[in-house]
């Protein structure tokens, strides 16, 4: 059973396109994340939630709004998507937000491409 | 606030080769040390981990152990293998952080 997964795998957009990922975790945890990874492996954190609700919003740009329906799922929108924004975005998942032991469970990713 | 710094890579060993990845960090109180390792067109896993000074994590082979007195954490496998190929990430947990950080990132290649 796949524990973190994440759709589409593969996001191809055309600049000013609005577009949506989706994330469920089957875990039973808590907090959820959305991480971006750019082309040089760096991975920087943009949102995180804790049983639906927004603890961390690490100044991400407007356009990325996320929404937590219930604890298990986590969906980023994107609005009118850049070119800077092509990336890999990951979701994740711990079982409780901050906890000095909890280790992160990652989805497989999103690719996505802004030409 | 709390940060991570690793090797900077990218680093090319032989196979059988040792590898070390050195990674220190800086943090209040007392976080919890992470390795994960990311292999090609995947997601993060743990790798190993440690929860106090002085604990070792260890798992396949890597071995890391938490050294409050020089904060650091590096990592080390005695014989690396050409699988072992991948990107590996230091990361630290506090809960007064709310938040993992992470490293920058060491990509490792083993060619046989």
């Known amino acids: 059973d796949t524990a973190v997964s994440q759709t589409p795998k593969y996001l191809v957009t055309q600049m000013g396109n609005d577009k949506s990922i989706k994330c469920e975790q089957n875990?039973?945890?808590?907090?959820m994340y959305w991480y971006k990874q750019d082309s040089k492996k760096f991975l920087k954190i943009m949102f995180s939630?804790?049983?639906?609700?927004?603890?961390i919003n690490e100044t991400v740009p407007n356009r990325f709004s996320p929404k937590s329906p219930d604890k298990a799922h986590l969906n980023l929108h994107i609005n009118s998507l850049e070119l800077g924004d092509s990336a890999v975005y990951f979701c994740?998942?711990?079982?409780?937000?901050?906890?000095?032991?909890?280790?992160?469970?990652f989805g497989p990713g999103t690719r996505l491409t802004v030409l | 606030g709390n940060s991570v710094t690793q090797m900077e890579g990218p680093v090319t060993l032989s196979e059988e080769a040792f590898l070390t990845i050195n990674c220190t960090y800086t943090?209040?109180?007392?976080?919890?040390l992470f390795w994960y390792v990311q292999y090609p067109g995947e997601g993060l896993q743990l790798l190993l981990k440690?929860?106090?000074?002085?604990d070792k994590g260890s798992n396949k082979g890597f071995e890391a152990t938490y050294r409050k007195e020089t904060t650091s954490f590096h990592l080390e496998k005695g014989s690396v293998q050409v699988s072992d190929s991948a990107v590996y990430f230091c990361?630290?947990?506090?809960?007064?952080?709310?938040?993992?950080?992470f490293g920058d990132g060491t990509t490792l290649t083993v060619k046989p």
């Open positions: 994740a998942s711990s079982q409780r937000s901050g906890g000095a032991r909890d280790t992160q469970y």
């Open positions: 875990l039973g945890h808590d907090t």
């Open positions: 939630y804790n049983n639906k609700e927004l603890i």
């Open positions: 943090a209040t109180g007392y976080p919890s």
């Open positions: 440690a929860t106090k000074a002085d």
């Open positions: 990361a630290l947990s506090s809960t007064n952080a709310g938040k993992s950080t």
